[in-house]
Protein backbone atom coordinates (compact mmCIF):
# COMPACT_ATOMS: atom_id res chain seq x y z
CA UNK A 1 0.00 0.00 0.00
CA UNK A 2 1.29 3.53 -0.50
CA UNK A 3 0.99 6.24 1.43
CA UNK A 4 1.98 9.90 1.02
CA UNK A 5 2.04 12.37 3.50
CA UNK A 6 2.94 16.19 2.64
CA UNK A 7 3.62 18.54 4.94
CA UNK A 8 5.24 22.17 4.77
CA UNK A 9 1.86 23.97 3.53
CA UNK A 10 0.96 27.58 5.28
CA UNK A 11 0.31 31.34 5.21
CA UNK A 12 2.71 33.29 3.19
CA UNK A 13 2.64 36.75 2.11
CA UNK A 14 3.57 37.47 -1.77
CA UNK A 15 6.59 37.31 -2.45
CA UNK A 16 7.61 34.68 -0.10
CA UNK A 17 8.60 31.07 -0.10
CA UNK A 18 7.78 27.71 0.96
CA UNK A 19 8.64 24.41 0.56
CA UNK A 20 6.48 21.66 0.38
CA UNK A 21 7.60 17.88 1.54
CA UNK A 22 5.73 14.52 0.36
CA UNK A 23 7.41 11.33 2.27
CA UNK A 24 6.20 8.33 0.75
CA UNK A 25 6.26 4.58 2.30
CA UNK A 26 9.36 2.49 0.87
CA UNK A 27 11.23 3.60 -1.88
CA UNK A 28 10.37 6.41 -4.00
CA UNK A 29 12.14 4.67 -6.83
CA UNK A 30 9.49 2.45 -7.59
CA UNK A 31 7.30 4.98 -9.01
CA UNK A 32 7.53 5.94 -12.60
CA UNK A 33 6.71 9.11 -11.63
CA UNK A 34 6.15 11.61 -8.44
CA UNK A 35 4.72 15.35 -8.39
CA UNK A 36 2.72 17.95 -6.91
CA UNK A 37 -0.85 18.99 -8.40
CA UNK A 38 -2.82 21.51 -6.87
CA UNK A 39 -6.57 22.23 -6.80
CA UNK A 40 -7.75 25.78 -5.86
CA UNK A 41 -11.60 26.55 -4.90
CA UNK A 42 -13.84 25.86 -7.81
CA UNK A 43 -11.04 25.01 -9.94
CA UNK A 44 -9.92 21.55 -11.58
CA UNK A 45 -6.93 19.91 -9.60
CA UNK A 46 -3.49 20.63 -11.93
CA UNK A 47 -0.16 19.99 -12.57
CA UNK A 48 2.10 21.94 -11.27
CA UNK A 49 5.52 20.00 -11.27
CA UNK A 50 6.74 16.44 -11.54
CA UNK A 51 10.07 14.25 -11.99
CA UNK A 52 10.69 10.79 -13.62
CA UNK A 53 12.11 7.48 -12.18
CA UNK A 54 14.77 8.88 -13.96
CA UNK A 55 14.85 12.37 -12.70
CA UNK A 56 13.38 13.89 -15.94
CA UNK A 57 10.80 16.78 -14.38
CA UNK A 58 8.01 18.31 -15.96
CA UNK A 59 6.41 22.02 -15.24
CA UNK A 60 3.44 24.03 -15.72
CA UNK A 61 4.04 27.33 -17.66
CA UNK A 62 3.34 29.00 -14.29
CA UNK A 63 5.81 27.22 -12.33
CA UNK A 64 8.48 27.45 -14.85
CA UNK A 65 10.91 29.43 -13.23
CA UNK A 66 9.43 29.69 -9.25
CA UNK A 67 8.96 26.00 -8.33
CA UNK A 68 11.80 23.49 -8.48
CA UNK A 69 10.55 19.99 -7.79
CA UNK A 70 13.66 17.80 -6.30
CA UNK A 71 13.75 14.15 -4.28
CA UNK A 72 15.93 12.73 -1.75
CA UNK A 73 15.88 9.43 -2.34
CA UNK A 74 17.58 8.26 1.08
CA UNK A 75 14.69 9.97 2.40
CA UNK A 76 11.85 8.55 0.45
CA UNK A 77 10.82 12.21 0.17
CA UNK A 78 10.02 14.87 -2.58
CA UNK A 79 9.95 18.20 -2.02
CA UNK A 80 8.78 21.33 -3.93
CA UNK A 81 10.35 24.57 -3.34
CA UNK A 82 8.17 27.17 -4.28
CA UNK A 83 9.36 31.07 -4.54
CA UNK A 84 8.02 34.76 -5.59
CA UNK A 85 4.46 33.04 -4.61
CA UNK A 86 1.47 34.82 -5.81
CA UNK A 87 -1.77 35.14 -4.47
CA UNK A 88 -3.02 32.77 -7.29
CA UNK A 89 -1.08 30.14 -6.07
CA UNK A 90 -3.31 29.54 -3.17
CA UNK A 91 -4.59 25.93 -3.22
CA UNK A 92 -4.59 22.71 -1.92
CA UNK A 93 -1.09 21.00 -2.86
CA UNK A 94 -1.56 17.62 -3.41
CA UNK A 95 1.92 14.86 -3.81
CA UNK A 96 1.31 12.39 -6.49
CA UNK A 97 2.39 8.99 -7.02
CA UNK A 98 2.23 6.60 -10.20
CA UNK A 99 2.92 3.02 -9.68
CA UNK A 100 0.70 1.74 -12.14
CA UNK A 101 -2.52 3.56 -10.48
CA UNK A 102 -2.17 7.08 -9.11
CA UNK A 103 -1.63 7.84 -5.70
CA UNK A 104 -2.80 10.55 -3.71
CA UNK A 105 -1.57 12.49 -0.39
CA UNK A 106 -4.12 14.14 1.78
CA UNK A 107 -3.19 18.13 0.32
CA UNK A 108 -1.28 20.58 2.40
CA UNK A 109 -2.63 24.49 2.55
CA UNK A 110 -0.94 27.02 0.75
CA UNK A 111 -2.41 30.39 1.37
CA UNK A 112 -0.61 33.40 -0.64
CA UNK A 113 -2.19 36.38 1.02
CA UNK A 114 -0.69 39.96 2.41
Known amino acids: QVQLVESGGGLVQPGGSLRLSCAAS????????MGWYRQAPGKERELVAH???????NYADFAKGRFTISRDNAKNTVYLQMNSLKPEDTAVYFC????????WGQGTQVTVSS
Open 96 to 103: NARLGADY
Open 26 to 33: GTILRFSF
Open 51 to 57: MSRGGNT
